[in-house]
């Protein structure tokens, strides 16, 4: 058995089922491996290693195992940095195996040869060479329980001579090190008893209370309905927190933020108490005033709590066993008046949302590809979504319910992670129906390349493009936060029928380029047994104003349009068109 061997067995032992990969000679004794393993675990193939590293945050998302990429050294390394980084922010656990150089060779500026300790130093909560046989299996096995345990990434750099030598275990001898047998241990971390009294006595004295939950709470929904209940609150959700509450509980006031609503928007502003629930959420200027409101947070990770809001009581510990314990403690408000206002808000936005997806555009308002997609979402579906002006349509019309889930790249926020994250769910969750929604510019940075992987795979997914030809929600940021116009040669992007390049590897592909036609195609899509790529042409001049949108930003996108914007006129229209749907009865 060679080192290569030995890893692809201990990965089966571990439960991990696919890798994520592209090869290169850096890892040949690990793709070696892999030839002889019987497709288990199976070897995902992807058009470029950031793919692999985005699919593997994809599998741990939508799976809560951990995920796994592997990519060859130099070149290879580099390109999973971007993924990998994407794990690290929003709290993923993904292992990454990478090849380095020979070890006769290192140090010599040999051909591929990068410092990757240098390179993974500030990604990987987990950093180790292995440079003979016997580092393993503890290197890899504190990998996994490291990426799990910490949700982040870990890293285990293998020459490629070391993985065809002959496996050799670690002897029970001084300075070997042995490893246990893989498992997943299980922990609970519950806060002391006072501090949870501390904070029941904080929202039992408030009389409008608010919640504002995350990805962190995802386990514990029930628990959030019960406190929300009993304290006559709203909750409103952090962006990787959208799927935790379904839409339709009329109480969920939806996202929060500049791409938030406007009920989440007044909430906080008026709120007395605030409790926070697994959420990092950053934009303190989202949040009640400080001196308005007393908080309480509640997050497994003490390293991430109170550090966004000035919270009186911070409770160290998992969101459902806390919340449990909180309970008991929390007195039912009889007065249902804030709850009421709240609701009623909720119910208003909606309305206005609506008649805002069905507002004039040309040639379709890409408000409604998302209001049409939640009218005829499946109730078991997972939604990805991309980084870009499609973020705002996604964080504010979607409508979760039922068992829905819903991911995208929430912290780095970077472009090209909605199909790969796709690819990573379909081996995550291969009964589930998968819908991507992609900006052009995503699409043409790396998913229509992606596209063929899925082919490959046979995965059933649509793949939603916001076809505008436009980089548009940079478009948008120079205009509200500049105060500078488009500069098209930056923002524009080469026309291409994503439909046709769909049609042309042997994938579906549909045209809409009218409002009329959105609900059947949305219909034939979501029908199809494989890959359908849904193509809309869609208006890049609706704006994304924010419903709580300050004075400063009217006046510099305004500042924009009067400085030569190339498309002024649009743009006001479609401004005032929308803005003016919050002011109908």
């Not at 499609?390 to 964080?395: L, V």
């Amino acid at each position: 058995m060679t080192v290569g061997d030995f890893i692809v067995q201990r990965l089966r032992d571990w439960g991990v089922k696919q890798v994520f990969a592209y090869p290169g000679d850096g890892i040949n004794g690990i793709v070696a491996a892999f030839g002889k393993a019987d497709n288990d675990p199976a070897f995902i193939q992807t058009r470029h290693e950031e793919m692999a590293a985005f699919a593997a945050v994809g599998y741990a998302k939508f799976s809560d195992e951990v995920g796994v990429c592997l990519a060859t050294s130099g070149p290879g390394a580099i390109h999973l940095l971007n993924g990998l980084y994407d794990a690290k922010l929003d709290h993923v656990p993904v292992v990454a195996i990478v090849g380095q150089t020979a070890r006769t060779a290192q140090g010599g500026s040999y051909q591929q040869e990068v410092d990757l300790h240098s390179l993974f130093r500030d990604v990987a909560s987990f950093l180790v060479d292995v440079t003979v046989p016997e580092q393993l299996p503890n290197a890899l096995d504190r990998a996994m329980r490291t990426a799990a345990a910490d949700r982040a990434p870990a890293v285990l750099i293998i020459p490629n001579d070391v993985q065809e030598q002959d496996y050799e275990p670690p002897k029970h001898e001084f300075k070997y090190i042995p490893s246990s047998p893989p498992s997943r241990p299980s922990s609970c971390v519950v806060p002391a008893n006072d501090e949870v009294r501390r904070a029941a006595e904080v929202l039992n004295t408030g009389e409008k209370v608010a919640i504002l939950i995350g990805q962190g709470a995802r386990g514990a929904a029930a628990e959030v309905r019960e406190v929300a209940d009993l304290l006559g609150a709203g909750v409103a959700k952090a962006l990787l927190g959208k799927d935790v509450l379904p839409d339709d509980l009329p109480y969920v006031t939806g996202s929060i933020g500049l791409l938030g609503t406007r009920p989440s928007y007044e909430m906080m502003r008026d709120c007395d108490r605030l409790l926070i629930v697994g959420s990092n959420f950053p934009y303190s200027q989202f949040l009640p005033e400080y001196g308005k409101a007393r908080g309480v947070q509640i997050d497994v990770d003490g390293r991430s709590i109170g550090m966004r809001y000035p919270t009186e009581v911070n409770l160290v510990g998992d969101a459902r066993e806390t919340l449990r314990a909180l309970i008991p403690l929390l007195e039912r408000k009889n007065d249902r008046s804030w709850r009421q206002t709240i609701e009623k808000n909720t119910k208003r936005w909606w309305e206005v949302v609506e008649r805002q997806a069905h507002a004039p555009a040309d040639p379709v308002n890409p408000m409604l590809i998302v209001s049409e997609l939640s009218k005829r979402l499946p109730a078991n579906a997972i939604v990805t979504a991309d980084s870009g002006s499609a973020t705002n349509w996604y964080a504010r019309l979607l409508r979760i319910h039922g068992n829905v889930r819903s991911s995208l790249s929430g912290t780095l926020a970077t472009m090209g992670c909605a199909v790969p994250y796709a690819l990573g769910a379909a081996f995550a969750k291969p009964s589930q129906p998968l819908i991507a929604l992609v900006g052009d510019g995503a699409m043409q940075m790396n998913g229509m390349a992606e596209l063929l992987t899925l082919r490959h795979h046979n995965i059933r997914c649509v793949v939603c493009v916001f076809h505008n030809n436009d980089l548009n929600q940079v478009t948008w940021e120079l205009r509200a936060m500049g105060g500078a116009p488009k500069f098209e040669v930056s923002q524009e992007l080469p026309d291409v029928s994503y439909a046709a390049y769909a049609r042309s590897i042997g994938l579906q592909g549909i045209e809409v380029d009218s409002p009329d036609q959105l609900g059947p195609a949305w219909e034939t899509a979501l029908a199809s047994d494989g890959t359908v790529v849904l193509d809309v042409r869609c208006d890049p001049n609706v704006p994304p104003i924010p419903p709580h949108a300050t004075f400063d930003q009217i006046k510099d996108m305004t500042e924009a349009v009067l400085r030569g914007d190339p498309d002024a006129w649009d743009v006001l229209r479609r401004g005032l068109t929308t803005k003016i749907q919050e002011l109908l009865p």
